[in-house]
């Protein structure tokens, strides 16, 4: 039996996203993803920024601007992490000349052999 999709739904997965018609936290973390790949430093920098903040509300003895700063720490942490594990270089083959439809090949060319990609996939052994 051969699963068939309908062509209006077919055309749906295709069709690349508009920019302008994306919503806006995608449009947002497009541009802080452009931003931060080409500027390395600005996480690690906004990390160091908001820790001295952080400090001063504390020896200011400033709870909210403390509290503030300790959000903003914890949220500038994150993107430095995040953004050194995602921007690390990875030695996976690159698989971008593969289309949707042929998965078997890209199953293929992450295993020696065929038999081993099926049983990478499916867990078991044949």
């Known amino acids: 039996m051969r699963l068939t999709i309908p062509e209006s739904v077919q055309c749906r997965m295709y069709q690349k996203t508009n920019h302008q018609n994306a919503p806006p ?3 947002l973390r497009s541009a802080a993803s452009a931003l931060i790949r080409r500027h390395r430093w ?3 920098a906004g990390t160091l920024a ?8 504390l020896l200011l003895h ?3 601007l403390a509290a503030l700063g300790a959000a903003f720490l914890l949220l500038t942490s994150y993107v430095w992490g995040y953004a050194t594990r995602a921007l690390s270089r990875m030695d ?3 698989l971008r ?3 949707r439809r042929q998965y078997a ?3 293929n060319s992450l295993a020696s052999s065929p038999r081993e990609a099926r049983a990478a996939t499916s867990g ?3």
């Open 42 to 44: 600005l996480p690690a």
């Open 50 to 57: 908001s820790t001295a903040g952080f400090m001063l509300a």
């Open 124 to 126: 078991e052994q044949e």
């Open 92 to 94: 996976w083959p690159v």
């Open 62 to 64: 400033r709870g909210g």
């Open 105 to 107: 090949e890209v199953w």
């Open 25 to 27: 936290w995608h449009r």
């Open 97 to 99: 000349h593969l289309q």
